[in-house]
């Protein structure tokens, strides 16, 4: 009788150790299978580590070569050029703003009358970070624009009225629409001197207007590789445009590593003019 209860006891003891064995075992794998779930979360993963790590290296590296170029555009040798941007301000003029400060560029925006009253602060910003404001008319058509000496006058003289009233500067910079040949004709060109006005076109058309998504940039530096040797300072005629900010850092990382200073015009610079040479005639109307 006493080895049976033996017995029994025994088997009892037998069964409990077995059935803490299992909880212990199933406590083991749950808690290994949330370790697991842990380090394979994509906050802690190796390979997530690894793609910030890329990241920021690659950040580190833009930033690296932005200054490499900046040091380059500074020892410059008196290497100067200037960049011209007509019919602003736009959508795109702040993206251009920001793009031209992380390369320490100045730059120089002839503007509209009627863009001007519609993005007062955008000017404002232009002047803020120091580049050069000129005037751009009014209508930019040209059967309006070219009208008569005093459709002329009149527009530059109502768009230098808006641009001071805005930013308090009296620019006597201006471009006609669409340059000066062929319908600036002598008399208009002797009306605008005449009132102060300061006429610039440009000697490269970037044509970032016409040409597919950045293939202007190819076309500026092409002209520019023409201009070396000759002491001749570009004057790059571009465009306030979206898909010209777009592939605007390519170009000023090519203008930095050829140690080229970008700067703003200024009554200071000898200003490009086209010449007429008998091109110029009075426009039909």
Same mark, same amino acid.
């Given at each position: 009788m006493a080895l049976q209860q033996e017995n029994r006891r025994n088997q009892t003891i037998t069964k409990i150790f077995k059935k803490r064995i299992i909880s212990l075992g199933l406590l083991f794998v749950t808690t290994?299978?949330?370790?697991?779930?842990?380090?394979?979360?994509?906050?802690?993963?190796?390979?997530?580590?690894?793609?910030e790590g890329l990241k920021h290296n690659v950040t580190n590296k833009q930033?690296?070569?932005r200054e490499s170029l900046?040091?380059?555009?500074?020892?410059?040798?008196?290497?100067?050029?200037y960049l011209t941007f007509d019919d602003g301000p736009s959508s795109a003029t702040e993206d251009i703003l920001e793009i031209l400060q992380e390369y320490h560029a100045k730059a120089t925006f002839f503007m509209l009358s009627q863009h001007m009253e519609e993005s007062p602060n955008v000017i404002k910003q232009v002047v803020e970070e120091g580049h050069g404001v000129g005037i751009h008319g009014v209508t930019h058509d040209v059967n309006q624009f070219y009208h008569s000496e005093q459709t002329v006058l009149g527009e530059?003289?109502?768009?230098?009225?808006?641009?001071?009233?805005?930013?308090?500067?009296?620019?006597? !910079?201006i471009r006609t629409p669409y340059g000066?040949?062929?319908?600036?004709?002598?008399?208009?060109?002797?009306?605008?001197?005449? #009132?102060? @006005?300061?006429?610039?076109?440009?000697?490269?058309?970037?044509?970032?207007?016409? !040409?597919?998504?950045?293939?202007? &940039?190819?076309? &500026?530096? @092409? #002209?520019?590789?023409?201009?070396?040797g000759t002491g &001749?300072?570009? &004057?790059?005629?571009?465009?306030? #445009?979206?898909?010209? /900010?777009? =592939?605007?850092?390519?170009?000023?990382? =090519?203008? /930095?590593? #050829?140690?080229?200073?970008?700067?703003?015009?200024d009554n200071s610079v000898e200003p490009v003019q086209f010449k007429c040479y008998d091109r110029c005639q009075q426009l039909e109307v």
């Open positions: 290994f299978l949330l370790i697991c779930l842990i380090d394979r979360s994509p906050s802690n993963s190796p390979m997530k580590e690894a793609e930033k690296r070569t900046l040091i380059n555009s500074k020892n410059s040798d008196g290497k100067v050029a530059m003289n109502e768009a230098q009225a808006v641009l001071e009233r805005i930013t308090g500067i009296h620019s006597v !910079l000066s040949i062929p319908y600036l004709t002598e008399p208009f060109r002797k009306a605008l001197s005449g #009132q102060g @006005f300061e006429l610039w076109d440009w000697n490269i058309d970037s044509r970032d207007w016409d !040409l597919p998504e950045g293939k202007y &940039v190819e076309n &500026v530096i @092409f #002209q520019i590789q023409n201009f070396e &001749v300072a570009p &004057v790059v005629l571009l465009h306030d #445009q979206p898909k010209t /900010a777009k =592939y605007l850092p390519e170009l000023l990382t =090519y203008l /930095a590593k #050829q140690g080229l200073q970008l700067k703003k015009l």
